[in-house]
């Protein structure tokens, strides 16, 4: 079975600018912050950043990496907004494909099925199709004398045709993983990390911590906390505290004092300075020492 | 018991408490998702008196037992059954499910925005996004809640069409009217719905202690006023009980609307 084990680095060394690129988690949750410190630090630029979103968009918007960015929202949880991402929209340095996180979902999911899109009621009659002019209604196939309509009002129904949200690449963050490239979340909510890893090109998963191949579900957790198997990976890389400062249970919870911080940052261009060179400028290792100093001073 | 007919001190919070409670008059075994202090109050006083069968959740990824306090800490809540968001999805497009969500606008025909203030290619107010507004609001009952009533938020247009409206839904076409049903909205000033000719919105109660002349001065669209608007009604002794003692001993209520 293929070792697939590599470094933060090396899989941000497989990224390109002007890529679109999937990011797992959802909002502030277990997102794959080390890779995301890592874009930050990198010479890419020009990303289009596919995500449900939280920090992950607001700290590459801050450093000037991405052209655009399709999402639902953008959030921070306990903070209702990222102020990062608002000065972005708000100078119009950002362009946003947005949409209906559940459209976002179908987006991924056809994809991950290769098909050109999948329909649904969700978007009709708002604004998502007006902003979106690309977007496009497809009418049922299934008119008033086809065996198939149960619901007359069904009959020749105009939906919305959700296009494959296509990536270049795509990178979670899992509680565990396995070298052949299983990942395991033992939170509730695996999120829809599957569906990014289906939709891209090359898949990538970090993780707390690499244990030997078939050890993930040893017993005292249920095989239904590996929802990502190794036909979905090309590359794991353990990177502990990666998802800093998402909540990533039961490992962490969020670093709400750091969250505000991070926050706090987009006041001012010097602020946001002096927050880039201590926690994002520098390398991982050197992030997570500083934020363990913080946390127990 | 408090007795709220010899007690002058039901609280706005109260009022608007037991107006949103009454959106799920009758709901049935659906899931309730309200968003907001009021809103989940309403939600658990609901299912703790005329709507037991109600589904709520944890707020993370499960389906939880009863209708606990709002500040009860999550190790502490009971489980059902797991609720992921991907499942989530399963709910919202099956319809089983009326949410109460906020609204940073809303307009005469039911339209909401939590997406943008100002033009959308560059905001002058970035909000949080449409979130799951416009699949919610066309596949399953949507009501909304506004705690802070005013000439910005109740508009003649939204900025940006997040939940649908009945104009846009009928223009739309029957796959956005099909299962769309904006039944009501709660403010801090009263009750709202759009059981008009028009479905334009319409004055449906005006909590006590606000006349009709303060709603319509609040309120930056022509509201449908009835001949003879009623108060939000009083909740029962066995209510307030419920949201004083039981449900929100620490007063978060008064923390969204104050009296």
């Known amino acids: 079975m293929a070792d ?31 890779v995301v410190r890592a874009i930050c630090r990198s010479d890419l630029t020009d990303l289009t950043i596919v995500a449900y979103g939280g920090p992950d968009v607001g700290l590459l918007c801050a450093a000037g990496k991405v052209r655009k960015v399709v999402c639902g929202f953008v959030t921070l949880d306990s903070i209702a907004l990222d102020p990062h991402w608002r000065a972005a929209r708000q100078h119009g340095r950002v362009e946003v494909m947005e949409v209906d996180e559940g459209m976002f979902f179908l987006g991924l999911q056809a994809a991950s099925w290769r098909v050109p899109f999948l329909p649904t009621r969700a978007g009709l009659g708002s604004d998502v199709l007006s902003f979106n002019p690309d977007l496009r209604l497809v009418r049922s196939p299934y008119g008033a004398g086809s065996p198939y309509v149960g619901d007359p009002a069904d009959a020749d129904v105009e939906l919305v045709a959700m296009p494959a949200l296509r990536l270049d690449a795509a990178i979670v963050h899992t509680n565990r993983a396995d070298p052949a ?117 | 018991m408090t007795d709220p007919l010899a007690d002058p001190g039901v609280t706005r919070a109260e009022f608007c408490v037991v107006a949103c409670a009454d959106v799920w008059h009758g709901a049935g075994e659906i899931m309730a998702s309200p968003f907001g202090t009021i809103p989940a109050l309403g939600a658990r006083l609901a299912k703790r008196t005329f709507a037991p069968d109600l589904v709520l959740t944890d707020g993370e990824a499960a389906l939880m037992v009863g209708a606990p306090p709002i500040a009860t800490p999550p190790a502490e809540l009971v489980r059902e059954a ?98 769309h049903d904006v039944r009501r909205v709660v403010s801090n000033l009263g009750v709202f719905d759009f059981e008009t000719p028009d479905r334009t919105m319409r004055l449906h109660s005006r909590h006590p202690g606000v006349s009709v002349d303060d709603i319509v001065a609040a309120t930056g669209f022509a509201l449908r006023i009835p001949d003879d608007a009623p108060e939000t009604r009083l909740p029962t002794p066995a209510e307030l009980d419920l949201i004083r003692v039981v449900l929100d001993p620490g007063s978060a209520r008064d923390r969204e609307v104050r009296s």
């Open chain 1, 4 to 34: 697939k084990r590599t470094t933060v680095d090396d899989i941000v060394g497989e990224l390109r600018s002007g890529m679109t690129i999937g990011i797992g988690g959802w909002g502030s949750r277990r997102k794959p912050m080390a």
């Open chain 2, 82 to 179: 797991a609720m992921p968001y991907r499942s989530v999805f399963d709910v919202v497009w099956s319809g089983r499910r009326h949410i109460m969500m906020m609204a940073s606008q809303i307009d005469r025909t039911g339209n909401q925005n939590i997406s943008a203030i100002g033009p959308h290619d560059r905001p002058k107010v970035q909000l949080v996004g449409v979130r799951g507004a416009p699949g919610n609001s066309v596949n399953h009952t949507t009501s909304y809640w506004v705690p802070d009533h005013n000439a910005r938020s109740f508009v003649e247009q939204v900025d940006v069409v997040s939940g649908v409206g009945y104009a846009r839904a009928a223009a739309a076409g029957a796959g956005a009217t099909r299962f």
């Open chain 1, 181 to 297: 490239g299983n990942g395991q979340v033992l939170a509730p909510d695996p999120f829809f990390d599957t569906l990014f890893l289906g939709a891209a090109e090359r898949r990538f998963v970090t993780t707390e911590r690499i244990v030997a191949d078939g050890t993930l579900a040893d017993g005292s957790h249920p095989l239904s906390t590996v929802p990502i198997h190794r036909m979905l990976t090309d590359g794991v890389a353990e990177t502990p505290g990666g998802a800093h400062f998402t909540a990533n249970p039961p490992d962490y919870g969020r670093d709400e004092a750091f969250q505000k911080e991070y926050a706090a940052a987009a006041a001012d261009p010097a602020e946001w300075e002096a927050f880039a060179g201590r926690y994002v400028l520098v390398s991982e290792d050197e992030y997570q020492a500083r934020r363990r100093e913080r946390q127990d001073p």
